[in-house]
């Protein structure tokens, strides 16, 4: 019904950059506000930063300045842009998405894309 393709992870080294997308289609009525998670193994799912449909976003403390994250509601897709990357970042990133999937059903609903892997070398 509804997708989330995310696209742009891989193999970086320390201090470099890389740019993360993902794009909602199906059945969208409306795209509410849209986050990036990252998760390590044995650890609990962490926000990384979010937008809301306006445009204001937040971010954890421990990306802000190195990350940005912007969306193009024409394109219905969410960017995260890293730069200066640590070793630390290492994880797997999951976009995340609240959609009103229909006009008669005013229930917004959350959606997870299948997740990215994000390795950054010493």
């Known amino acids: 019904q509804v997708q989330l393709v995310e696209s742009g992870g891989g193999l970086v080294q320390a201090g470099g950059s890389l740019r993360l997308s993902c794009v909602a289609s199906?059945?969208?009525?409306?795209?509410?506000?849209m986050a990036w998670y990252r998760q390590t193994p044995g650890k609990q799912r962490e926000l990384v930063a979010a937008i809301t449909s306006g445009g204001s976003s937040n971010y954890a403390d421990s990306v802000k300045g190195r990350f940005t994250i912007s969306r193009d509601n024409v394109k219905k897709t969410v960017y995260l842009q890293m730069n200066s990357l640590k070793p630390d970042d290492t994880a797997v990133y999951y976009c995340?998405?609240?959609?009103?999937?229909?006009?008669?059903?005013?229930?917004?609903?959350?959606?997870w894309g299948q997740g990215t892997q994000v390795t950054v070398s010493s």
């Open positions: 995340n998405a609240k959609i009103q999937t229909s006009i008669w059903d005013p229930m917004v609903y959350t959606y």
């Open positions: 199906g059945s969208i009525e409306s795209l509410d506000d």
